[in-house]
């Protein structure tokens, strides 16, 4: 027998419909790539994300099912483009301008986008590219008239031209909820990079999933701050949090530097706000050279995407009196998969241990399931200890890749392979060790390399750590410290290797530490062990 309730398709739009019905003057503080500062509200947002839905059908010949890239920052025009084109059941494809040339003509050919909206930053990288990308038809540059630059691009439509010639009064045509809405594609640090294709469902529902109270906790009266950029997994679901919650949205733009972040919190009044840790060391970097300088709205920070080192959660914590919560999620699960928040059992914890849980990457909201198992599928216990392949399942994780590639990371049973190992402990925290093709393998145990960096980072003088495993002739593989030293510092080998002696296991410590000037990153700001080990191939350990 079926229910009797109405049928109500969870559809993007309508997220966007119930902030301008609701918290119609609600504001969105964006940074503007033009410069300044710009504000409107949820009505406006509607509006002329209205507007542009019609514009693009007429203007663009967009169609239910066209997939149209944005390389853009985090502004209020880049939501309208969400709404506006997700509403007509076409697709968001969300481009990181910090991909390689290579990487970018492969992802939009081999997703076939119809066009592109691009910030007037990226204009110049198209205008060298478009000839390797010969299915797009046109590009729409993100400004006004009188901000539109002399280029060479194919069929330039200048952004607010377009949104003029549509109707605001335009009605959101109403579809299965499954349609597809939003792409994005994986970095692709081991082979081509894959599309994941997201549904208006699984937007919705992880939208849901985010705001609710033991994950980011996000209400009407947040003013929240997505610095996590909009083309890096779908800003972590904020774009729809924030709106289907009524928050009040800060959008940082083109400038991600300390003082700029500094600006944006500040003058935004911002509650929440969300980025990689990189972004953070910047910010308390610049707020340690000002020290008058405070964060008085600030009441939480999540932080993902990499580990979180401890002394960044300190910072905040102990010195600003913001709460750190430490995230874990990836493109294929929308991306959040775990929030590090206190559970009733952990919350009876004495503090220091309450420290060690925390820096955990936490526990599954409901609608992500998750497991550890060993090479052959059988499930591993939450010890705490016992580490294992992370397997995750729910409405927001993928179930296949775009043209199906790489699908060999999903089982029968609908479980994801997230290419991550980790242990769960008793209180249903989980920790990453590593992704499994960075674990240190020496004399057939495992060394993670993320908790080797985490803790190096606390030396005082490192500015940024990263280990890996090189070959050793008995040990099968030996780990490397990398360092970064901060500036003005002379920390040495020897001071780096005493902080750790007695905080790892005597056999954990790396054979040697080196310094050097940069780590390199990938354009998910993470550290880019592929390219590390490539530059230490030569490398010998001499004991
Ligand atoms: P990409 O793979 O394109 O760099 P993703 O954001 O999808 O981008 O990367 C997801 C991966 O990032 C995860 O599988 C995990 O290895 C790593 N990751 C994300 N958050 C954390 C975290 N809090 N701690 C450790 N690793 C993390």
Same mark, same amino acid.
């Given at each position: ?136 038809? +046109? ?5 006004? *008239? ?7 691009? *194919? ?45 208006? *469902? ?21 003013? #929240? ?156 216990? %939450? ?77 005082? +003088? ?5 280990? #890996?495993?090189?070959? %050793? ?71």
């Amino acid at each position: 027998m079926l229910g009797l309730m109405q049928d109500f398709p969870l559809l993007v739009h309508r997220v966007l419909d119930h902030a301008a019905r609701w918290h119609g003057d609600t504001e969105i503080v964006s940074r503007a790539v033009e410069g300044p500062i710009h504000r409107t509200n949820y009505r406006e947002l509607n509006a002329r994300s209205r507007a542009l839905a019609d514009a693009v059908q007429k203007r663009l010949g967009v169609k239910p099912g066209t997939i149209i890239a944005t390389m853009a920052w985090n502004t209020w025009r880049h939501m309208e483009i969400w709404y506006g084109v997700m509403g007509v059941g076409a697709i968001v494809h969300t481009l990181n301008p910090r991909l390689f040339a290579d990487q970018l003509a492969y992802i939009v050919n081999h997703a076939e986008d119809q066009w592109i909206f691009t910030d007037l930053t990226f204009v110049p990288l198209f205008e060298k590219l478009q000839d390797r990308l010969p299915k797009v038809r +046109g590009f729409v540059v993100m400004t006004d *008239r009188a901000h539109m630059p002399e280029t060479t691009l *194919r069929n330039p439509v200048c952004y607010e031209e377009l949104i003029a010639e549509g109707d605001a009064g335009f009605e959101w045509p109403d579809f299965d909820e499954n349609t597809a809405c939003g792409m994005c594609y994986t970095s692709g640090t081991t082979g081509n990079p894959k599309g994941v294709l997201y549904s208006h *469902r699984s937007n919705v529902l992880h939208g849901l999933m985010c705001a609710l109270g033991d994950a980011m906790a996000i209400s009407g009266r947040d003013r #929240i701050m997505p610095v996590v950029p909009m083309f890096h997994a779908n800003a972590w679901s904020i774009a729809f949090s924030g709106p289907l919650s009524g928050a009040s949205m800060v959008m940082p733009g083109a400038k991600l530097d300390g003082a700029s972040i500094y600006e944006m919190l500040n003058e935004g009044k911002v509650t929440i706000t969300a980025a990689v840790p990189t972004v953070w060391l910047m910010l308390l970097h610049y707020l340690e050279q000002n020290p008058h300088l405070k964060l008085p709205h600030l009441d939480r920070v999540v932080i993902g995407g990499s580990a979180c080192p401890e002394a960044i959660m300190k910072a905040f914590v102990e010195h600003y009196g913001s709460d750190v919560i430490h995230a874990w999620g990836m493109t294929e699960m929308s991306p959040i998969g775990t929030l590090g928040v206190k559970s009733a059992k952990a919350a009876e914890l004495p503090s220091a241990e309450w420290w060690k849980v925390k820096l955990k990457q936490g526990r599954p909201p409901f609608m992500v399931d998750m497991k550890i198992t060993d090479d052959v599928g059988k499930s591993l216990p %939450h010890d705490g200890r016992t580490f294992g392949r992370l397997k995750v399942k729910g409405p927001s994780v993928a179930r296949s890749y775009f043209k199906g590639e790489g699908n060999d990371a999903f089982d029968a049973q609908g479980w994801f392979d997230t290419g991550d190992v980790a242990t769960i402990d008793e209180y249903g925290y989980m920790q990453i060790t590593d992704r499994a093709k960075d674990v240190i393998k020496s004399g057939g145990e495992w060394i993670s390399s993320i908790e080797l960096e985490n803790i190096a980072i606390g030396c005082s +003088g490192v500015q940024e750590a990263a280990a #890996i495993g090189l070959p %050793h002739p008995k040990w099968d593989e030996r780990p490397l410290l990398v360092v970064v030293r901060k500036p003005g510092s002379n920390v040495s080998r020897e001071d780096v290797l005493a902080h750790l002696k007695g905080r790892i296991a005597n056999w954990w410590m790396p054979d040697d530490v080196v310094f050097v000037e940069e780590i390199p990153h990938t354009a998910t700001g993470k550290i880019s062990k592929l390219a590390l080990r490539e530059q230490f191939g030569d490398y010998r350990f001499t004991s």
